[in-house]
T-cell receptor, first 113, second 113 residues
Framework: DAKTTQPNSMESNEEEPVHLPCNHS???????IHWYRQLPSQGPEYVIH???SNVNNRMASLAIAEDRKSSTLILHRATLRDAAVYYC??????????????FGSGTQLTVLP | DVKVTQSSRYLVKRTGEKVFLECVQD?????MFWYRQDPGLGLRLIYF???????EKGDIPEGYSVSREKKERFSLILESASTNQTSMYLC????????????FGEGSRLTVL
C-alpha cells in the first residue's frame, strides 16, 4: 500500500493560514487523498478528499500537486479549535467495496493565540 | 447526522479477562472498522467487516476477534486480555460512495492491569 509522510508537528498563529504538507510519492493512479483530523479526546473526523483537482469545502482546501506525489491541506484562518492531529491517508475508492485505510502518526497542529 | 456509538468510554480489566467492546452505527453502513491508537504509532487497523458475518484481518489482528451478527453492530473481543492491549480503541463505519468517508466513535480507553 502507498504510504504518506507528514511532519510530526507544526505551529500556527491564530487567524493566520496554515499549510499542512503530505508526501505520497508512491501514490497510484486510483488512490484518493483523504484528510482527517482528531481533536483531543475525540475520534478522527473527515476533513476533505480529492483525486487530481484542488478541492474546497467549508472546513478547508486541498491542493494537489500536478504529479500527485504531494498534497497540502490549507486552513485559511486557523482558530484555537483547529488544534488537532491531522492525518493524510490514501485509499482506493472502489464503489461498494471495503478498503483498508492506513493512518500514520499525522501532524500535531498547535495554534497559538 | 451519522452516529457511531461505542458502548464504554473507559474500562479497566484484569489480565486474562474476556473483554467485549461494542460499536453501533445508525446509518445502515456496510463497512465497519476497529482501530487501536497508541502514542507514537497512530491508528492501526485491527479488523474490518464489509457485511454481516463477513470480516477481514487488518494489520494487527493477533489477540483479537470480532463479531458482526447485525449490520449496525460490530463487536471487538479480547478473549484473554493482556497488559499490552491497554490502548484507545476506535470504531468507525464507512459512508457511501463517492466520498466513502469514515465516521468514528468517541473511542474506548481500555486499561488492562
Amino acid at each position: 500500500d502507498a504510504k504518506t509522510t507528514q511532519p510530526n508537528s507544526m505551529e500556527s498563529n491564530e487567524e493566520e493560514p496554515v499549510h499542512l504538507p503530505c508526501n505520497h510519492s508512491t501514490i497510484s493512479g486510483t488512490d484518493y487523498i483523504h484528510w482527517y483530523r482528531q481533536l483531543p479526546s475525540q475520534g478522527p473526523e473527515y476533513v476533505i478528499h480529492g483525486l487530481t483537482s484542488n478541492v474546497n469545502n467549508r472546513m478547508a482546501s486541498l491542493a494537489i500537486a500536478e504529479d500527485r506525489k504531494s498534497s497540502t491541506l490549507i486552513l485559511h484562518r486557523a482558530t484555537l479549535r483547529d488544534a488537532a492531529v491531522y492525518y493524510c491517508i490514501l485509499r482506493v475508492d472502489s464503489s461498494g467495496s471495503a478498503r483498508q485505510l492506513t493512518f500514520g502518526s499525522g501532524t500535531q497542529l498547535t495554534v497559538l493565540p | 447526522d451519522v452516529k457511531v456509538t461505542q458502548s464504554s468510554r473507559y474500562l479497566v480489566k484484569r489480565t486474562g479477562e474476556k473483554v467485549f467492546l461494542e460499536c453501533v452505527q445508525d446509518m445502515d453502513h456496510e463497512n465497519m472498522f476497529w482501530y487501536r491508537q497508541d502514542p507514537g504509532l497512530g491508528l492501526r487497523l485491527i479488523y474490518f467487516s464489509y457485511d454481516v458475518k463477513m470480516k477481514e484481518k487488518g494489520d494487527i489482528p493477533e489477540g483479537y476477534s470480532v463479531s458482526r451478527e447485525k449490520k449496525e453492530r460490530f463487536s471487538l473481543i479480547l478473549e484473554s486480555a493482556s497488559t499490552n492491549q491497554t490502548s484507545m480503541y476506535l470504531c468507525a463505519s464507512r459512508g457511501d460512495p463517492p466520498t466513502g468517508e469514515l465516521f468514528f466513535g468517541e473511542g474506548s480507553r481500555l486499561t488492562v492491569l
